[in-house]
């Protein structure tokens, strides 16, 4: 049992990561600033430096990186008990407040109750995923080889959306970029200890869930799986998961409506927290038939299912990090998986804007929001709190 006065200390850090979760709007890179300003400079559990340290591990690992940085941090001053209550600490009030969005707009939607309003936060969320992959790739595509993995992505996602086509396009990208390894310095090199635990676990999870839900056909079950599965396999954040789950869940199963999906991906902008709190929306409206128990059990599996895989990761690779790295195919595969990403981001803002080409009010949307996102810097919140005050007021 811990000492009465680390308790407390966990107790004041599990605190201070609800505070962060309530008030944290924006993606990784403004949820680091506010993490080294509350968890660094003020209450000084880690240094600067370990932080942005745990935050490269999360970032090339699969899974939400703010979310894996929080684990990590736990895991870091308190073992893997603070790490899971980080985690439910941190993923909490995102969780609640995108179940609840999609019960809000289920009920408009029964009552027939127009979504008008929304019709300008939609092309919005398409112009936020468009800058979001400008950005990706601004960062991730520097050779000739990136553009290829890049522009292969595209076509492919573009060409068959499928959900199985989002492990063999990153898998491939990492495997083939591996290859360029010579490229990379070589480092001094030690012993590797793994802990194969937490790995075995994770596997575990995945197959138990395949198998009871294509034995008992449960969606919430095979819900579960869905997530998990997307959870272990996504690079890059929530601007890459967002068109993962358009794909198959729009697209391929048909369980959201486009104008739904948008509307949920819109809400991730005004809702705190991380950008993962889609993956609560889409399992909330997948199990809209099943009136609002459905939904919130729709909210939590989608949630745990997301989740739980980074975590997993974190205790898997967190003990050896620091000699892992060192390897160059190692280094030399992110290039490719990053690549990859970054074309099934652009994919499926292709997807979503094609259908906006028909009428002219989407497509000036999404240009004024592009330009907006480029040339200010509007807290991304205000723009679809403004999108949807203008929904409200124009004719």
Known sequence: MAHPIRRFRYIIYLLDILLLSCTAFGGPQVHL???????????????????????????????????????????????????????????????ILMTLAAIGIHY?????????????????????????AYAIARKVIHDAQSWTFLVISIILTYLYPSPYMTPVLIISGGVAASLNFRKHEKMERGPIKITW?????????LVAAALVGKVTQSLPVRLFENFYRNGSLVFGGGQVLIPI??????????????QEFLSGMALTQVVP??????????????????????????????????FLPG???????YPFWDQLKKYRGIRASLQGVHAASCGLTIAAAISMFQ???KSPQPIITVIATLLILTFTKTPSYLIIIAGLLLGLLAP
């Open 311 to 317: 975590t997993f990761f974190i205790f898997f690779a």
């Open 245 to 258: 789950l358009y794909n198959e869940f729009v697209e391929f199963k048909h369980y959201l409506t486009d």
């Open 355 to 357: 259908p906006m080409l």
């Open 197 to 205: 635990r937490p790995l075995i676990f994770w596997i575990s999870v």
């Open 108 to 132: 408009l939607e029964k009552n027939q109750i127009s979504l008008s309003f929304t019709r300008f936060v939609g092309p919005m969320a398409v112009a936020f995923l468009i800058f979001g």
């Open 273 to 306: 927290g991380p950008v993962f709190s889609i993956a609560t929306f889409v399992g909330s409206m997948s199990m809209q038939p099943d009136g609002i128990t459905g939904q919130i059990i729709g909210g939590f599996v989608a949630t745990a299912g997301i």
């Open 33 to 95: 600033m506010m993490m080294i300003e509350r968890l660094v400079r003020k209450r000084r559990y880690i240094t600067e430096e370990e932080l942005l340290e745990l935050q490269a591990l999360c970032q090339v690992l699969p899974g939400p990186t703010s979310t894996q940085t929080v684990t990590a941090i736990g895991l870091k001053i308190g073992g893997q008990p603070l790490a899971y209550l980080s985690l439910l600490v941190w993923s909490l009030p995102g969780m």
